[in-house]
């Protein structure tokens, strides 16, 4: 009872000086209830307490740690959220198995769309002098099958094509500039001097990145024609303790014994002053994979200026300062005064690729066209994995494919759902987009309005000035 005792004694107290890690990962954060004696006698309050009591228990972190440990040490088993343990001890998150194994592909019609759009964005820009590059980054499980557990390989219901091989045949056909790194990291996986992945992480490794760097770094010359910096390592460090994002997902197990690496390579470079002067303007939109790219001081010393448009919403190295979104600037303007585009997605993310800047750029570049609210929900859709899951499990549930589920809900939207550029579309619009949603909020106590009043204010705005 003691034991047990000291949880409590230590919440209400503090007597005991602790100082415990906070885990690792994402976690909401749940306010103290207040009391009310209606909620009190629904059962509410009792619930929220409870739920508020766990999460602010001191001893939180080391108790699941503790039970994390056991799960995995027992029964190799991992508790973190859509982290999947494979053969061989290797780490997956399952995005990329559904990806790899075609549970998520978005069917045939929806990748020709889209990849006409990026054709046209092409061409057109090229005329303005701007040129476009898809990268295809390579992916955990399409890298390593091998290790993928059996019950999540492919099974009768599975479609045959996946997204990555039907895009890579899409961007030849349409002779779209792009570089497959997941191609190229397959050929050269028996071949590879040291891991291209982390046993523990689901980005590529350090050394791996560097070999992919490279690649683009000589794709993106040749299409500019302008002087970009050679990227040399200076030497090679060997380690087995996994640094950085080579050990993402065992950060994310939150373990109490750090896991054990084979050896991993980080090369380091000497920087050359006489190399210097970049003269390439460079805007990527893409993924977390980018990051690997921009470490300091690479992009100063690669590139004349850089951005990156992370889920192309937040805008780096900015973001790093201040809390800065492309919705902010004026994106034509921003895109136009490039040198190259660098579209760049990795295959956990195939399927919402390139989180509607394609659509951004063609409605702009194409006056003439008008947004078809089909295409509107379905990007709506892809793009935000909330709604995606809830698609893919009506689809498994109604044993029918995620193609024909997507179209489904796309049309239920388009006939039922507010008009695209109404009023009552953007109120919808603003109540669901969490980063625009907090952005409003900030408003409205910077202007001391209601929240409801500023949301109205907004739609209206957009109504007045946006179009579709």
């Known amino acids: 009872m003691s034991v047990l005792l000291i949880p409590v004694f230590q919440q209400y107290t503090g007597f005991i000086p602790v100082k415990i890690s906070p885990l690792n990962g994402f976690t909401d954060s749940i306010p103290k209830p207040l009391f009310n004696i209606d909620r009190w006698f629904a059962g509410q309050y009792q619930d929220s307490l409870t739920d508020w009591l766990n999460q602010s228990q001191v001893f939180r972190p080391s ?10 040490s027992l029964y190799n088993k991992t508790n973190a959220a859509g982290v999947v343990l494979g053969k061989n001890r290797q780490c997956f998150q399952s995005d990329y198995i559904y990806n790899y194994t075609g549970e998520f592909f978005i069917g045939r019609e929806l990748i020709d769309m889209r990849m006409q759009r990026i054709k046209f964005l092409q061409d057109t820009l090229q005329k303005r002098g701007v040129q476009l590059l898809v990268v295809m980054a390579p992916g955990k499980a399409g890298y390593m099958p091998e290790n993928i557990p059996d019950s999540m390989m492919y099974t009768e219901k599975t479609c045959p094509e996946n997204n990555h091989d039907y895009m890579v045949k899409k961007l030849n056909e349409l002779n779209i500039n792009h570089i497959d790194l997941h191609t190229y990291f ?28 490279d690649t683009f ?30 050990y993402d997902i065992g950060e994310l197990m939150n373990l109490i014994f750090r896991l054990p690496e084979k050896e991993l390579a980080y090369p380091k470079f000497a920087f050359d002053d006489t190399a210097k002067n970049p003269e390439v303007d460079i805007l990527f939109v893409g993924d977390s994979y980018v990051f690997h790219w921009l470490k300091n001081p690479i992009p100063e ?4 200026h850089y951005n990156f448009w992370y889920y192309n919403v937040m805008v780096y190295p900015q973001f790093y300062i201040k809390n800065l979104y492309n919705f902010n600037l004026d994106i034509p303007a921003e895109v136009l005064k490039r040198d190259i585009i660098v579209l760049e997605c990795t295959e956990h993310f195939l399927h919402a690729f390139f989180w509607n800047f394609e659509e951004i750029m063609y409605k702009y570049l194409n006056p003439a066209y008008h947004s078809e609210p089909l295409v509107y929900h379905l990007t709506d859709i892809t793009k935000d994995r909330e709604q995606f899951l809830a698609v893919y499990a009506y689809a498994r549930a ?17 006939e039922n759902d507010a008009p695209l550029g109404s009023f009552e579309f953007y109120i919808n619009a ?39």
Do not use: C
């Open 398 to 414: 109604n044993n029918i494919s995620l193609k024909d589920a997507l179209w489904q809900e796309a049309a239920d939207r388009a």
């Open 63 to 72: 108790l699941v740690r503790l039970n994390n440990q056991m799960q995995y």
């Open 430 to 468: 603003i109540k669901t987009n969490k980063e625009w949603l907090q952005k409003v909020q900030q408003q409205a106590i910077e202007q001391g309005v209601e929240l409801e009043e500023m949301i109205r204010r907004n739609a209206q705005w957009m109504v007045d000035n946006d179009e579709y």
């Open 301 to 304: 010393y690669l590139y004349k």
């Open 186 to 213: 397959i050929e050269m996986k028996d071949t590879a001097s040291w891991p291209l992945f982390p046993t523990y992480g689901v980005h590529w490794s350090d050394y791996g990145s560097y070999l992919a760097l």
């Open 217 to 246: 770094l000589t794709a993106a010359r040749n299409l500019t024609h302008k002087h970009i910096p050679e990227l040399k390592p200076s030497h090679i460090e060997l380690s087995n303790i996994p640094r950085g994002q080579d």
